[in-house]
């Protein structure tokens, strides 16, 4: 049974029941990986099973869950178009803050999602410098080569970044991006321990990014500023990542006010 203290399982004052079961089962879909059984969700929801097959039933019929073969349930197409919009508010959400990080070290900031195995850009603020760093809203890359994917990957297990890697390949953008699992997960231990991750070079040369995690935030976040590399110095880091600690945790409070 689930504990009291799960805020998914208190029902909210004036809400309607059948919405917010099928809305927390989607969520514990999403938990488990995207694909459970039936008994499974009845185990950590607490709800009984003729209710979540009924459930199941209506998410089945509106595309929001597909029934597998092996009479499994995954959650379906339709929440892509959903999750896309979703994403893309999110980056307008964080404008003020990252506006804020322009103002504050001159350089360009960005915010970006960790999708599948890959990164993606779903904001950024450019820098007024004639010399400034620019990437396109939406541009995708491998998670290794950058500073908000350290970020992004430090949070979670070494064996599921291992796995990761293994599918991504880890190919260098520049002689300077690591491209051994071994040597990345010892930067993320030093992303751990410090609290914010840096990409010298990786990416572009000439480009150094300071990026830390977005907490609490509904889907995995970061934020970052990037700049050449002889203004973004260590003497600027020690100034930069505590301004970039303090936006993401104003972020976090933003986006929690917004759900």
């Known amino acids: 049974m689930p504990s009291s203290a799960d805020p998914r399982t208190a029902p909210t004052s004036g809400g309607v029941q059948s919405l917010e079961r099928a809305f927390d089962l989607l969520e514990r879909m999403a938990d488990a990986g995207g694909e459970v059984g039936l008994s499974e ?3 950590t929801s607490g709800l009984p099973l003729p209710t979540i097959h009924r459930l199941m039933r209506t998410l089945v019929a509106c595309g929001y869950v597909r029934q597998q073969p092996n009479r499994r349930y995954s959650l379906g197409p339709r929440l892509i178009r959903l999750g896309e919009s979703a994403s893309r508010l999110l980056g307008t959400w964080a404008r003020p803050q990252l506006a804020r ?3 504050e070290t001159g350089e360009t900031a960005n915010m ?5 195995d890959e990164v993606v850009y779903v904001a950024q603020v450019p820098s007024r410098h004639s ?5 396109e809203v939406g541009r995708r890359v491998l998670p290794h080569t950058t500073g908000v994917g ?3 990957l430090a949070q979670s297990p070494d064996d599921e970044v291992r796995a990761l890697l293994a599918r991504t390949g880890m190919p260098a953008a520049t002689e300077k991006t690591i491209t051994t699992p071994d040597v990345f997960l010892e930067a993320l231990a030093r992303v751990r321990e ?4 840096v990409d010298d070079n990786e990416q572009e040369i000439g480009v150094r990014c300071l990026a830390v995690p977005v907490p609490n935030s509904p889907t995995a976040a970061a934020i970052s500023i990037s700049g050449p ?4 110095t260590d003497a600027a880091t020690e100034r930069i990542v505590p301004l970039l600690q303090e936006v993401a945790a104003e972020l976090s409070l933003a986006l929690a006010a917004t759900a």
């Not at 970006?112 to 599948?116: F, I, T």
């Not at 590399?229 to 973004?232: M, Y």
Request: charged letters at 20%.
């Open 150 to 152: 350290k970020a992004l």
């Open 101 to 103: 990080l322009v103002e």
């Open 112 to 116: 970006a999602l960790l999708d599948g």
């Open 131 to 135: 010399v400034r760093m620019f990437t």
């Open 229 to 232: 590399a002889g203004r973004v």
């Open 194 to 197: 410090s609290g914010y991750a």
């Open 41 to 43: 969700l009845s185990t």
